[in-house]
């Protein structure tokens, strides 16, 4: 399988937690993005790497969230200290340019 | 900053055509993205368009003018399958891919 692929799946986690999860993009793609999707909105725009470098982090993300695109390849994005407002799900895209290929995301539940 | 506006929900019965439209506010444009979403599923992408007037991928369409903002996408012979959301999304100059929140389609028979 050659498409965008995000681990875990599903990560139930308590309030106060860290988490993070993981995303492998398709290999040639150099653009890299997170977005979070809650029930009956659209993804909503987190950060976004070009390669290795972090381009734009969007202002409604708190300080508690951090992600890292090391040597361009896999990104991952932690959690820090979680709440439940943070429950949703995290869909990581790749991107050659023009239009994105989506993973079948993480969907994180904090109790 | 930028915003994009499409319809919440549209009904339509198979074998009919229906046209989404999506209006949009925002800087450094590049182009218009069409994807769909089923329940559960990640968004898959449909069409692009960049620049002005209609792209045809089968039965779906999906149409751009840059001078209005705007653009739509159409789709033609549904069927319960296309039963999903459907969201458009603005691809700013180097920066990040911008969603709507999305449009859904409930299909008849």
């Known amino acids: 399988d050659t498409g965008v692929s995000q681990d875990p799946r599903h990560k139930i986690t308590k309030r106060g937690q860290n988490v993070t999860f993981r995303c492998d993009p398709i290999s040639e793609h150099n653009r890299l993005y997170w977005y979070r999707q809650t029930l009956g909105q659209g993804p909503e725009f987190l950060t976004y790497?070009?390669?290795?470098?972090?381009?734009?982090k969007s202002r409604l993300l708190s300080d508690r969230f951090s992600a890292e695109r090391p040597k361009g390849s896999f990104s991952t994005l932690e959690i820090q200290r979680t709440e439940q407002g943070d429950s949703a799900m995290y869909l990581c895209a790749s991107s050659p340019g023009d239009l994105a290929f989506f993973g079948q995301g993480t969907r994180l539940t904090v109790v | 900053g930028q915003s994009l506006e499409q319809p919440s929900e549209v009904t339509a019965v198979e074998g009919a055509i229906v046209q989404i439209n999506c209006t949009y506010q925002t800087s450094g444009f590049y182009g218009l993205s069409w994807y769909q979403q089923h329940d559960g599923g990640a968004p898959t992408f449909l069409s692009y368009?960049?620049?002005?007037g209609l792209e045809e991928t089968g039965r779906f369409s999906s149409f751009l003018s840059r001078s209005d903002s705007y653009g739509y996408l159409l789709l033609q012979e549904l069927q319960m399958k296309d039963s999903a959301s459907y969201f458009c999304a603005v691809d700013q100059a180097g920066t990040a891919l911008i969603f709507g929140k999305g449009t859904t389609l409930s299909v008849s028979s």
């Open positions: 368009n960049a620049l002005d």
């Open positions: 790497f070009q390669n290795e470098a972090q381009l734009e």
